[in-house]
């Protein structure tokens, strides 16, 4: 794979989202959680989403005026965000900025957005936080589709639901980014354009039966994706992937009922400060003693190490800051797309990088 600096990476695609109409700060920030996300390895939810974002942009499917969106602040702690569809990385961390400031002062921020649309990688909003000692959460669902049957059914109802946490620690801090599903509608997406088939059988057809073809989650009827867990135990992912639909759309005041039909998302962002509650430094203390305790553990395989969540994200953070980012060839296949949709084609940074 060919690689690419990160610097040049948000530079294109922030004048691609500028060139496509969005507010300057909405497109440095969009441009942002999206290299962050192929920083971190997350290349589905990562620069590949641009020329989706774009052509929302230009069909005002989405929005990159700020201006846009409304804020309103029930207490100290709480606020909700109608986004009104502006591009989701600068809505969430508008929010996560709002409850982060309330964290500092009162212990907790919570701020739950409706209308927003897509919001890229979960991971990629944490790092910062967590190095600031805090705990950032956040969880996320699309009311305008459903891919995941509830435990039991063979209709699909809601998204994968996906919930991100990051913890701080002063030797292993954790980025953690798990789906209330076996997997993402972008692995179903990416495996069935590769022509090949899943890992594990994480599709049910329509049927009721378990599939590693992803052909069987585009038929009709449509088939689904399985619940964390799958057919033994997915009626622990299907219970928390209501709690999700619970914790954004519902909190927010919009969602399915509601029949949207855009790409988009209801989110919810939480901050936890925990200077506020048994301190910083025994907060940090214990989160390291079990993760040495996790690193320890006597190996099930001795040639396959514990692994942290988010510890290889974050080393290939490193290297790639260092070396460029290795995009596959898919999604440099959509951001060359991208770029040649645009007045950039001929331009010195498109040249630069190859584009």
Same mark, same amino acid.
């Given at each position: 794979m060919t690689?690419?600096? =990160? ?7 922030t004048?691609?989202?500028?060139e !496509? +109409?969005?507010h300057?700060?909405v ?9 962050e996300?192929?920083l ?5 939810h990562?620069?590949?989403?641009a %020329? ?9 499917k989405?929005s +990159? %005026?700020p201006?846009?969106?409304e804020?309103?602040?029930?207490s100290p702690v709480a606020?909700v965000?109608?986004?009104h569809?502006v591009l989701g990385?600068?809505?969430?961390r ?8 309330a964290?500092?002062g ?13 919001i890229a990688?979960?991971?990629?909003y944490l790092r910062?936080l967590?190095?600031?000692?805090l705990v ?5 669902s699309?009311?305008?589709? =459903?891919?995941? !049957?509830?435990?039991g059914?063979v209709?699909p109802?809601y998204?994968? %639901?996906p919930?991100?946490i990051g913890?701080p620690?002063r030797? %292993?801090?954790?980025l953690?980014d ?8 972008g692995t179903v997406n ?11 059988p994480?599709i049910?057809?329509?049927r ?8 069987? $989650?585009?038929?009709t009827p ?6 964390? *867990?799958?057919?033994? $135990?997915?009626h622990? +992912?299907?219970a ?9 759309s =519902?909190?927010g005041?919009?969602? &399915?009922?509601d029949?949207p039909t855009q790409w988009g998302?209801?989110t ?7 200077? @506020?509650? +048994?301190g910083?430094?025994? $907060?940090?203390?214990e989160?390291?003693?079990l993760?040495? &305790?996790?690193?320890?553990s006597?190996? =099930?395989?001795p ?6 969540p988010g510890?290889?994200?974050l080393?290939k953070?490193q290297?790639?800051?260092r ?6 060839d ?5 951001? @060359?797309?991208?770029v ?5 084609a001929? *331009? ?5 990088l *190859?584009?």
């Amino acid at each position: 794979m060919t690689t690419y600096a =990160a610097t040049q990476l948000h530079e294109l695609l922030t004048a691609l989202f500028e060139e !496509a +109409g969005a507010h300057r700060e909405v497109a440095d920030t969009t441009a942002d959680v999206l290299v962050e996300g192929d920083l971190l390895g997350h290349h589905t939810h990562g620069i590949k989403l641009a %020329n989706g974002y774009l052509k929302d942009l230009k069909t005002g499917k989405a929005s +990159g %005026n700020p201006d846009t969106l409304e804020m309103t602040e029930s207490s100290p702690v709480a606020a909700v965000i109608d986004g009104h569809y502006v591009l989701g990385p600068y809505l969430v961390r508008r929010a996560l900025e709002h409850a982060r400031q309330a964290a500092e002062g009162f212990g907790i921020g919570i701020v739950t957005l409706k209308r927003s649309h897509h919001i890229a990688c979960l991971a990629a909003y944490l790092r910062p936080l967590v190095e600031r000692d805090l705990v950032p959460i956040v969880l996320s669902s699309d009311p305008s589709v =459903a891919s995941v !049957a509830p435990y039991g059914g063979v209709t699909p109802v809601y998204t994968p %639901n996906p919930l991100a946490i990051g913890i701080p620690g002063r030797d %292993n801090p954790m980025l953690i980014d798990v789906s209330m599903s076996s997997i993402t509608n972008g692995t179903v997406n990416k495996t069935r354009a590769a022509g090949g088939k899943l890992m594990h059988p994480a599709i049910l057809t329509h049927r009721g039966t378990a599939s590693d073809d992803p052909e069987d $989650f585009f038929t009709t009827p449509p088939g689904s994706i399985l619940p964390l *867990g799958g057919q033994a $135990f997915g009626h622990k +992912g299907f219970a928390l992937g209501l709690m999700i639909e619970a914790l954004t759309s =519902a909190l927010g005041g919009f969602g &399915r009922k509601d029949a949207p039909t855009q790409w988009g998302a209801s989110t919810t962002v939480m901050v936890i400060d925990p200077a @506020r509650f +048994g301190g910083t430094d025994a $907060f940090v203390e214990e989160t390291d003693f079990l993760a040495q &305790r996790c690193l320890e553990s006597e190996r =099930a395989d001795p040639d396959v190490a514990v692994r942290l969540p988010g510890q290889s994200g974050l080393a290939k953070r490193q290297w790639y800051l260092r070396e460029g980012i290795p995009l596959p060839d898919d999604v440099v296949d959509a951001l @060359r797309q991208a770029v040649a949709d645009s007045t950039l084609a001929d *331009g010195t940074l498109s040249r630069a990088l *190859g584009l």
